[in-house]
């Protein structure tokens, strides 16, 4: 079955760095969108990026862009977030989504995510 294993959250002071790894695990990585979503204590959903499944093309929101840096290896079905001049805004719990279909665009349905990672900033 479909398994997506988050790694490297942690607690670091603002201005700090932190790497987020997924490794998956049954299905066909390299025809899925991958995301990363978060949740912030008392807050909803958020996807902060987004990659294709050649790993060419990536989408950022807003409040991330120009610190986070996504990126894949199709060839280990790996996902990576980079997350630098982190503030204390990203302290949330970070997800590993897949898309819900083999899409060739981005789209709003991922319900498959692992079981998430604690990102805490905090000075």
């Known amino acids: 079955q479909v398994q997506l294993v988050e790694s490297g959250g942690g607690f670091v002071q603002p201005g700090g760095s932190l790497r987020l790894s997924c490794a998956a695990s049954?299905?066909?990585?390299?025809?899925?969108?991958m995301y990363w979503v978060r949740q912030a204590p008392g807050k909803g959903l958020e996807r902060v990026s987004g990659?294709?499944?050649?790993?060419?093309?990536?989408y950022y929101e807003a409040a991330v862009k120009g610190r986070f840096t996504i990126s894949s290896s199709n060839a280990n079905n790996m996902l990576y977030l980079q997350m630098n001049n982190l503030e204390s805004g990203d302290t949330a719990v970070y997800y590993c989504?897949?898309?819900?279909?083999?899409?060739?665009?981005?789209?709003?349905?991922?319900?498959?995510r692992g079981q998430g990672t604690q990102v805490t900033v905090s000075s």
């Open positions: 989504a897949k898309d819900d279909l083999p899409r060739n665009y981005m789209s709003n349905y991922y319900n498959t």
């Open positions: 049954g299905f066909t990585f390299r025809r899925y969108w």
């Open positions: 990659i294709n499944p050649d790993g060419d093309y990536s």
